[in-house]
């Protein structure tokens, strides 16, 4: 896989001025419902942007809490390590979303953030959200949102690992990110994976050879197309009877 190299925020962060209200992700981010007085109040919140190389972790799991990342742009997946080299990936991340939320009760990371291509984050200082917030009610409004998400996520990977079957997993996986990529403006239907089938299997907790064996039978059943990491979904609706069919 890609070495991982963490490094400091500092590093390859810079502060510089921010328009949020000129970003194509805002509707996405946390900036969604406000005004825009309080959208100029709340640019005052982003630190800066920093770009990270594919591989490049922008956190690892333990380190102190500070900030929490919006994603502009790229793709970036949550791991943990067993200390003894191998990796449970626990979810994938894209323009629009929020990195780092899982800090806020231990003031740690829970989890490691890796980049798996380049890509761009704003960097939100969480003392600063903290205190634009008791000013601006959308924006604490849609703090409580997005942690809400959160918590459904995580319940929704718990069903997603104890009680589906394998095909229903990956049919799970597909309609999710085909609604993801759907509310960025992008094609529901034909897009890149850019993770692994190793990290894949790891998410959803299926061995490599089972994903393989999952993706041809979608391709052969004429639900997707595949090659290599690029995916078309052929019939969505398809995929749907696959979860409406479960036992």
Excluded: W
């Excluded at 998410?203 to 990491?229: A, M, N, P």
């Amino acid at each position: 896989m890609y070495a991982v190299t963490a490094v400091k925020p500092a590093a390859s962060a810079k502060k510089f001025e921010v328009t949020c209200s000129g970003c194509n992700m805002r509707e996405l981010c946390l900036t969604r419902g406000m005004h825009a007085d309080d959208m100029q109040r709340f640019e005052n919140v982003v630190y800066a942007r920093r770009r990270m190389k594919r591989g490049e972790a922008l956190f690892a799991a333990g380190d102190e809490f500070k900030a929490v990342y919006a994603v502009r742009s790229g793709f970036f997946k949550t791991s943990l390590g067993d200390g003894e080299g191998r990796e449970q990936v626990t979810g994938f991340f894209m323009g629009g979303e929020l990195l780092g939320m899982d800090g806020i009760g231990a003031g740690r990371y829970n989890n490691a953030a890796i980049a798996l291509e380049d890509s761009e984050v704003c960097v939100l200082p969480y003392a600063m959200i903290e205190e634009v917030a008791q000013k601006i009610p959308a924006l604490q409004r849609q703090l409580h949102a997005v942690l809400a998400r959160e918590i459904v996520r995580d319940h929704g990977v718990m069903m997603l690992l104890g009680s589906m079957r394998a095909e229903e997993r990956l049919a799970t996986f597909l309609l999710n990110l085909s609604k993801r990529f759907t509310a960025r403006g992008y094609s529901p239907s034909d897009f890149h994976l850019r993770m692994t089938r190793e990290e894949l299997g790891s998410y959803l907790g299926l061995k490599l050879e089972t994903v393989s064996r999952l993706f041809s039978r979608f391709h052969d059943e004429r639900l997707i197309e595949v090659e290599q990491k690029h995916v078309r979904i052929l019939d969505i609706a398809g995929l749907g009877r696959i979860l409406a069919t479960r036992h």
